[in-house]
């Protein structure tokens, strides 16, 4: 049974305006969270992660919000750019073992100009 | 610069033939992990290791075994390829703040 879902498989979003992509988790014991990007071709590539211990983490234009209550958390693009289109993962695992991540399906985004 | 690569990065087989994809890595990780990524799942774990000399499967580990002789090397290996395991692979490891840093992957087509 999938623990991380993507229940968006694609998304589009206009140059320069806010691109969301949610994911939810099922397994209430996972405490660290993470993005990935992926470009056709290339292999997966880190975005930004989020521990349990917090509900917002921001790097530059990529800002991630857990929901702990809800089991949910979301990636913010601000502005998008057309270079931003992408297949993204949402990811979930636990910080203090070495056990591998579970991730989800994927949302391709694509920005238009 | 360390860097994980992955080869063949194209491979077509026939059904039944023994595969081995080479995964390596010179950050000196410890976790090195084998995905899969088929349209529709995502990316699911085959197999993954610890350290030299322990490998444990993943969710989807039918079909594939892996092997961990030294720290830079997981090899995959597909005892008897079938269709089923056509797909893209992926090899990752895991850095100490658990970010895992990904391969390039290996395209598998079994005819």
């Known amino acids: 049974d999938q623990q991380v879902k993507q229940n968006s498989p694609s998304l589009s979003v206009q140059e320069g305006r806010i691109s969301i992509l949610n994911c939810d988790y099922t397994?209430?014991?996972?405490?660290?969270f993470l993005w990935y990007k992926k470009y056709p071709a290339e292999g997966p590539t880190f975005l930004i992660s989020?521990?349990?211990?917090?509900d917002k983490n921001e790097d530059g234009r990529f800002t991630v919000f857990l929901n702990k209550s809800a089991k949910h958390l979301s990636l913010h693009i601000v502005p998008s750019q057309p270079g931003d289109s992408a297949v993204y993962f949402c990811?979930?695992?636990?910080?203090?073992?070495?056990?591998?991540?579970?991730f989800g399906k994927g949302t391709s985004l694509l920005v238009t100009p | 610069d360390a860097e994980i690569t992955q080869s063949p990065r194209h491979k077509i087989t026939e059904t039944g033939r023994q595969v081995t994809l080479a995964c390596h890595q010179t950050w000196n990780h410890n976790n090195m992990f084998w995905y899969r990524q088929d349209l529709g799942h995502g990316l699911r774990l085959i197999h993954y290791?610890?350290?030299?000399?322990?490998?444990n499967k993943g969710e989807v580990s039918d079909g594939y075994s892996v092997s961990r002789s030294n720290t830079e090397d997981l090899p995959l290996t597909l005892e008897s390829a079938a269709s089923s395991q056509t797909s893209v692979y992926f090899c990752?490891?895991?850095?100490?703040?658990?970010?895992?840093?990904f391969g390039e992957g290996s395209r598998l087509t079994v005819l």
């Open positions: 397994n209430s014991m996972f405490d660290y």
């Open positions: 290791s610890y350290g030299v000399q322990d490998t």
């Open positions: 989020i521990s349990s211990i917090k």
């Open positions: 990752a490891s895991r850095r100490d703040t658990g970010e895992l840093f």
């Open positions: 990811a979930a695992g636990l910080s203090n073992s070495g056990y591998a991540l579970n």
